[in-house]
């Protein structure tokens, strides 16, 4: 998009805190730019997602700004003094002064210029992306050995310059500079714990080089518990962006892929959370079963979208509802006193039993018979005997009926009907005989519901059918 160029190279150039309404502008120009003034036909978060089809990816604006705002760490730690904010800084304040910022021990009394509010936004930037991945944004193995922490033992500056190799190993030099020029620059480079200085014969040589009392309080830090715990690891594709890339082309972009990864939303899997509101374990077979059912349950989708909504954990609850408003009422909204928990609303409440119990008659009076189970009317997952019943269909459009009751009173202080129950199962049973009928399916109709049709007819007196319009469509 020839959007995108233009947003980075203006954020770039004055990378000011900016509102959430700017960017929540952007993206409503940028949807009415791409549907021509028209409502979207595709949800913004897949067209995000990248297409290997083609089409359109949509970037994310705001993560684009992050990106910008805190590429300038990647100056600071290559000690590069060519980034542009520099201008707005004072002519003494080089980007060695920033250099020990970025991985390094913290200045407790740090203070910023009026002229490095630029910088200071891209440092607070750059310290919540790290603990919001809960990383150590002061001690890492990318922490340099000419840092504070190393400076702070008072070991002589020959010695760093030395591992890190700008001294020829020919003349002794100063402690310091010995490191520096054998080793590395970093403290990773040294090693710690059982590794310090012994990973390799030029590092074992390098030891013997060292001011036997600057060895001392170095092994004393590079052994240390804390230190070990923080620096032994592998560094994180975040460390290895400002401290492994030695160029800035494609900087960033390789920031804004790591921040999507940082803010990609955790998936739902509500499957997982009916397992654990039933207290029992569902495998891989019974997910893909419920799943299949919340797709295939139905050819309308007026009638699959309840057991969608129920599937996917669509309804708003009593316990959800006092997360939200920060409330401490979760009871249940039917008056029974309990916990409204979701399984609650749907099964356990004994205002909600009775109609359950009035299913499974049914169920028993068609010779079906199946456990007493709320996996079975809600998910669609039948225990291993049952998995090729005959009569499940059948059963789905009892329990999906049974379901569009519930809902309608779902917040209401009564039993859910059961004439309401056999109304909203004559209605499907209407709208699918129509329907059988367009697509010359007719047998299979006959097959789901004949039994059934027979049962709710001999349930119900002439009145009630007279009231609610119920007659037999197969037998005519």
């Known amino acids: 998009m020839a959007i995108l160029p233009k947003v980075i190279y203006r954020i770039n150039a004055i990378p000011i805190k900016l509102p959430l309404t700017f960017f929540a502008e952007l993206e409503k120009n940028t949807m009415n730019f791409i549907w021509n003034q028209k409502r979207a036909h595709i949800a913004k978060s897949i067209l995000s997602k990248k297409n290997t089809a083609g089409g359109i990816t949509l970037p994310d604006f705001k ?31 080089t980007q060695h002064t920033y250099n020990y910022t970025i991985f390094d021990k913290p200045d407790k009394n740090k203070q910023w210029g009026k002229d490095s509010m630029f910088n200071k936004w891209c440092w607070e930037n750059w310290l919540a992306m790290c603990r919001k991945q809960k990383l150590d944004p002061f001690l890492t193995p990318y922490t340099k050995i000419n840092s504070r922490w190393i400076k702070d033992l008072n070991i002589r500056p020959g010695t760093i310059k030395t591992l890190e190799g700008n001294l020829d190993l020919n003349i002794r030099p100063g402690t310091i500079k010995t490191l520096e020029g054998n080793l590395g620059k970093t403290i990773q480079d040294i090693g710690v714990g059982k590794d310090f200085i012994n990973k390799t014969p030029r590092a074992l040589a390098t030891k013997a080089k060292i001011d036997k009392w600057d060895l001392i309080k170095l092994h004393s830090f590079s052994t240390a518990k804390e230190t070990v715990t923080r620096v032994d690891r592998q560094p994180t594709e975040w460390e290895r962006i400002f401290a492994v890339y030695p160029s800035d082309k494609g900087l960033i972009s390789r920031i804004y892929k790591q921040l999507k990864q940082i803010y990609r939303k955790k998936t739902n899997k509500p499957i997982q959370k009916w397992a654990k509101d039933m207290n029992r374990y569902f495998t891989k077979e019974d997910r893909y079963e419920a799943n299949n059912h919340m797709k295939k349950c139905s050819s309308s989708l007026v009638i699959r979208e309840m057991q969608i909504k129920t599937t996917l954990r669509y309804h ?10 920060k409330s401490g009422d979760n009871r249940c909204w039917r008056g029974c006193g309990e916990k409204g928990t979701l399984l609650h609303c749907w099964w356990e409440c004994k205002l909600v039993q009775p109609l359950w119990k009035t299913v499974w008659r049914f169920l028993k009076a068609l010779e079906i018979e199946i456990p007493f189970d709320p996996a079975i009317p809600l998910l669609g997952i039948y225990p291993k005997d049952y998995k090729s019943f005959y009569y499940k269909d059948t059963c789905t459009r009892m329990f999906i009926a049974a379901l569009f009751t519930i809902a309608k009173t779902w917040n209401q202080p009564k039993c859910p009907l059961i004439i309401d129950w056999i109304g909203k199962m004559w209605h499907i049973y209407t709208m699918e005989y129509y329907a059988a009928i367009r697509n010359d399916e007719f047998v299979s109709f006959v097959g789901t519901w004949m039994n059934l049709e027979n049962i709710i007819l001999s349930k119900l007196t002439q009145e009630q059918k007279m009231k609610h319009r119920i007659f037999s469509l197969i037998g005519g």
Not at 68 to 83: G, L, P, S
Not at 317 to 323: E, G, K, L
């Open 316 to 325: 708003l609850t009593p316990v959800r509802m006092a997360i939200i408003k």
């Open 63 to 93: 993560l684009y700004y992050k990106a910008t705002v805190i590429k300038t760490a990647w100056y600071w730690y290559q000690n590069r003094d060519i980034d542009q904010w520099n201008k707005t800084e004072a002519p003494e304040a």
